[in-house]
């Protein structure tokens, strides 16, 4: 027999049962609901917050280490810098075409870890390095095994929580924690007074405290709410129950669907969501791989400017935070954030290259901190893809393409810095602020999209059902959100 629960996840009392076909009814309480919510927050959200804190600390280390003597140590000449922040990224999209295939059929818990702590090992190598060669191969396979990372934390994300829920923990995985203490690390790290260059004990520190967070994350992150090593077994039921409501998929591994990846290509949220994170990434290249560099041409030491480097980041976590906050007490405020964000960071970089930075040194260095909100459009639009995209198979191929062109745009973007132009960098800044305009553009295009899309289904389906069966059976025939009639998107 079959009976309809509720789908709202936090009812003030006790919801309809679910009768499984096993003469097993589970009810969903208020109470259960948290117990699980509050479960799930305190073993996923910190693991993935490591893991993604871990990914940006080792990136942005390029750029603390040329300050600290890289770039002499290592003879870098002309554009081998740039290339260094690129060839990180060929890795990258290398990597991406077997990843839809493995987060498919791999345990993700598992498939993280173990990149994570290759990826640590591979970062300790690079202290080893002397050439741009070394340099280069090293980046290139960091590349290869962070590919995974992002594609996987969207899967996650949609996994573990509600479509509400999700804008908010996105804030917390994708963060700037790296950002804020990464400058204070290195500046600690510069104070070492030991045989090897400064600049090595960065990657050696670093990469070893990944090595040891990614065996961390292998034992510890569950593939699946089904076989969270946290929940009893009626919370392993009761958690589908909860995330019954997304109807975007709970399970990872399922059937390989082509008409998914064709469903996609056809989707004009889709090519929103890609033109989104081309924008982002043509500015995270600049700002990831050249900040640091920008803020020394202001007359600062190697020691202050890497502290000085930190605010723009704090920027960033503050705004993210707050902005994310207040979507999940006010629905369909994301493109408005997203797009919010991106005209901020437009102004930052506008400031930076047209402000003389001798005779308005502080104005000048409010814009770069300006552009820390560049990050806030990047949260709301992994949190909109992993919301509005419903069927395995379609969730990742989007964390897959996303990542893809998130590659390609920081291959790039390194490469509008031109050697000769440091420490203004005129043509790299120019390239931000098209990067700004950019993604403040397709926010609005795709809050329009998911608006009149909800119009539309309304009037020709009915005002949807909210029933928790209806999103288990979605999650049970892998519906993605155009196939499923009943789903509606967030905006």
């Given at each position: 027999?079959?009976?309809?629960?509720?789908?709202?996840?936090?009812?003030?009392?006790?919801m309809?049962?679910?009768?499984h076909?096993q003469g097993?009814?589970?009810p969903?309480?208020?109470?259960q609901?948290?117990?699980?919510?509050?479960?799930t927050?305190?073993?996923?959200?910190p693991?993935?917050?490591?893991?993604?804190?871990?990914a940006?600390?080792?990136?942005?280390a390029?750029?603390?280490t040329?300050?600290?003597?890289?770039?002499?140590?290592?003879?870098l000449?002309?554009?081998?810098?740039s290339?260094?922040?690129?060839?990180?990224?060929?890795g990258?999209?290398?990597?991406?075409?077997?990843?839809l295939?493995?987060?498919?059929?791999?345990?993700i818990g598992?498939?993280?870890?173990?990149?994570?702590a290759?990826?640590?090992?591979?970062?300790?190598?690079?202290?080893?390095?002397?050439?741009f060669?070394?340099?280069?191969?090293?980046?290139?396979?960091?590349g290869?095994l962070?590919a995974?990372?992002l594609?996987?934390?969207m899967?996650?994300?949609?996994?573990?929580?509600?479509?509400?829920?999700?804008?908010?923990?996105?804030?917390?995985?994708?963060?700037?924690?790296?950002?804020?203490?990464?400058?204070?690390?290195?500046?600690?790290?510069?104070?070492?007074?030991?045989?090897?260059?400064?600049w090595?004990?960065i990657?050696?520190?670093?990469?070893?405290?990944t090595?040891?967070?990614?065996a961390?994350?292998?034992f510890?992150?569950?593939?699946?709410?089904?076989?969270?090593?946290?929940?009893?077994?009626?919370?392993?039921?009761l958690?589908l129950?909860?995330?019954?409501?997304?109807q975007t998929?709970?399970?990872?591994?399922?059937?390989?669907?082509?008409?998914h990846?064709?469903?996609?290509l056809r989707?004009p949220k889709c090519y929103?969501?890609?033109?989104?994170?081309?924008?982002?990434?043509?500015a995270?290249?600049?700002?990831t791989?050249?900040?640091?560099?920008?803020?020394s041409?202001?007359?600062?030491?190697?020691?202050?400017?890497?502290?000085?480097a930190?605010p723009?980041a704090?920027v960033a976590?503050?705004?993210?935070?707050?902005?994310?906050?207040?979507?999940?007490f006010k629905?369909?405020l994301?493109?408005i954030?997203?797009?919010?964000?991106?005209v901020?960071?437009?102004?930052?970089?506008?400031?930076?290259?047209?402000?003389?930075?001798?005779?308005?040194r502080?104005?000048?260095?409010?814009?770069?901190?300006?552009?820390?909100?560049?990050?806030v459009?990047?949260?709301?639009?992994?949190?909109?893809?992993?919301?509005?995209?419903?069927?395995?198979t379609?969730?990742?191929?989007?964390?897959?393409?996303?990542a893809?062109?998130?590659?390609?745009?920081?291959i790039?973007?390194?490469?509008?810095f031109?050697?000769s132009?440091s420490?203004?960098?005129?043509?790299?800044?120019?390239?931000?602020?098209?990067?700004?305009?950019?993604m403040?553009?397709?926010?609005?295009?795709?809050h329009g999209?998911?608006?009149?899309?909800?119009k539309?289904?309304?009037s020709?389906?009915?005002?949807?059902?909210d029933?928790?069966?209806?999103?288990?059976?979605?999650?049970?025939?892998?519906?993605?959100?155009v196939q499923n009639?009943n789903?509606?998107?967030?905006?």
């Open positions: 027999m079959t009976s309809k629960v509720q789908s709202e996840a936090y009812a003030a009392k006790p309809e049962p679910l009768d076909g097993e009814i589970i969903l309480t208020q109470a609901a948290r117990r699980l919510l509050l479960k927050d305190l073993v996923v959200m693991l993935v917050v490591l893991s993604m804190t871990l940006f600390l080792d990136k942005n390029l750029g603390y040329a300050i600290y003597g890289l770039k002499d140590d290592a003879h000449v002309g554009q081998q810098y290339w260094l922040g690129s060839i990180f990224y060929f990258y999209l290398a990597m991406e075409f077997p990843n295939y493995l987060m498919t059929r791999l345990p598992k498939y993280v870890g173990t990149c994570l290759l990826w640590g090992a591979c970062l300790c190598f690079m202290a080893l390095c002397h050439n060669g070394g340099l280069a191969t090293i980046r290139f396979l960091l290869i962070e995974a990372i594609p996987c934390m899967i996650i994300n949609s996994m573990w929580y509600l479509r509400e829920e999700q804008p908010l923990r996105t804030a917390f995985w994708y963060n700037t924690f790296a950002g804020v203490f990464g400058g204070i690390l290195s500046y600690a790290i510069g104070h070492i007074n030991g045989s090897m260059s400064t090595k004990y990657f050696l520190i670093y990469g070893a405290t090595v040891l967070a990614g961390l994350v292998f510890g992150l569950p593939d699946s709410p089904a076989k969270a090593w946290f929940f009893n077994a009626e919370e392993k039921n958690a129950i909860r995330l019954a409501p997304n998929g709970i399970e990872a591994n399922k059937k390989f669907h082509v008409a990846i064709i469903e996609a989707d929103c969501i890609w033109l989104g994170v081309l924008g982002y990434a043509l995270n290249a600049g700002l791989n050249f900040n640091p560099l920008i803020i041409g202001y007359g600062f030491s190697a020691a202050r400017t890497v502290l000085m930190t723009q704090a976590m503050v705004s993210q935070a707050i902005l994310t906050t207040i979507s999940f629905p369909n994301r493109c954030f997203w797009v919010f964000g991106s901020m960071g437009m102004i930052g970089a506008v400031m930076l290259h047209s402000l003389n930075v001798e005779t308005q502080n104005a000048s260095l409010a814009g770069v901190y300006l552009m820390g909100f560049y990050n459009p990047w949260v709301f639009l992994l949190s909109l893809s992993s919301s509005n995209t419903g069927g395995a379609k969730k990742s191929f989007m964390g897959m393409s996303i893809v062109v998130y590659a390609v745009g920081n790039i973007g390194p490469q509008f031109l050697s132009q420490p203004k960098y005129a043509l790299g800044i120019g390239m931000m602020i098209f990067s700004f305009a950019l403040a553009a397709a926010g609005l295009v795709y999209l998911c608006f009149f899309e909800n539309r289904r309304d020709k389906y009915g005002m949807p059902h029933d928790a069966d209806v999103g288990l059976e979605a999650d049970r025939n892998d519906l993605t959100d009639t789903f509606r998107y967030t905006y």
